[in-house]
């Protein structure tokens, strides 16, 4: 039902308008006789739609235009002595139409009906802007984002299960969301809960609901998370997480696509597309029996890795900057500009905590930072010179040969102790020092290794 206010000081005039608009059944009307009465009404309602007469006693229509300013709802001038000054000056500040008296029923409905329509496109077209402002979007041009953006593009509109693996950060409940939304269930719930974070009984509860009486805090009967994601997408987080126990049941959840809440004898349908994530390596798990192996068959119908983002180097520039002034925006705060040796810093940082870790720097350098932001503005982390042994270590999940202890050893010390000599411009006295050994035992150690300097 919309709701319709009449400004209009001749009380015959006013109750000719209500008789003319009563054949629009979906109309509520409010009738005032001053702008001073309609902008009491208008502090405590918002209508659909104003008609407004420009003569008024008291404050004029025109004034009490001007004084609502954004908050004039949308209005019809009806007037017959306005002059062109403030017909222009009207339609200058917003209003939608102007009609002449006297009037005639035809073009009153006419304006009304296009106003109202007018107003309805305007707010679906807001609510639009707004789900796709609220849309995920996966930024990254490196080979490896690329290249999971075409799989997910081909992934997203099936209904094929999807594993993402990635480390903390890396964005894969970003990617989970990003293919829910460009599903055909876009319109449904995207439900999402991490299985590390919640004890397991609890996380059975969450799933799977319970009827009133299961246990003894059952007040009430609760639905599961499959049931709240009914005709929508389920995500589970840190699968690898899983109790046996609950894997079993998940699995035949995901076989006959029932479930059946604690405590109750009644299976109920649902539909629901999995999408699960785990930074663990779960061919361990199955290898070590703590992961079932159907379960991990059924659940990893198409793998999505998501690439750390120190091996993604080509990103960090682009997600930086990204960051900037989206937080710029939100904050609204001026972007600053950004010394080129700071971006060297991100190139050649770690990122153990991955985007997240980028996102909240940038974010703190928005609101904290310099202008231009510098190196200073990085936090200690960024000035900390690289450990040599632990940048050459395969990340956790990448697939590696696996050599002797013996052979690793001899392989680490070898490029070690080279770097070392290198940085020292080969003088064995001032390396040894430096290593904490005997300057004789140093060169062993490049007889054994096989160390040479270079000519
Ligand atoms: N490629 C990307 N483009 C834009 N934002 C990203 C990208 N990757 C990650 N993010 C953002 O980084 C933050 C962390 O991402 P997300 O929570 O998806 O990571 P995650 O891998 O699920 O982390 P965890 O394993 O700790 O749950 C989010 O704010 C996400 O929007």
Redesign the pocket.
Known sequence: MKHVLIVEDHQKIRANLMMMLKKQTDLTMVGCASAEEAGDHLAHHEPDLMLLDIRLPGKSGLDLIQELGDALPPTIVISGEATISETVEALRLGVYDFIEKPISRERLLRSVRNCLEHQQLKTKLAALEADLAAA?????DSKA?TFLVQQCAKVAPTDGRVMIR??????????ASYLHQHSKRAGGPFVKI?CAAIPANLIEDELFGHVRGAFTDARTDKAGLFETAHNGTLFL??IGDMDLSLQARLLRVLEDGTVRRLGDTRERRVDVRVVC?T?HDLEAAVAQKTFRQDLYFRLNTVPLE?PALRKRGD?IRL?FF?FLNHYSRRHKLAVKQVDASLLHKLDHYAWPG???EL?NLAERLVILGCDPITPDDLPGAFHQQPKPSAATLPAEGETFEIIPLRAFRNDSEKHYITAVLKACAWNFSQAAKKLAIQRTYLYQKTQTLGIEKPN
Not at 136 to 140: D, F, N, R, S, W
């Open positions: 995920p979007t996966i930024i990254g984002m990635g480390e903390s950060g890396t964005g894969k409940e970003l990617v991490n987080d840190e994530a930074h998501i990103d997600l990204w991955n985007v997240r996102r």
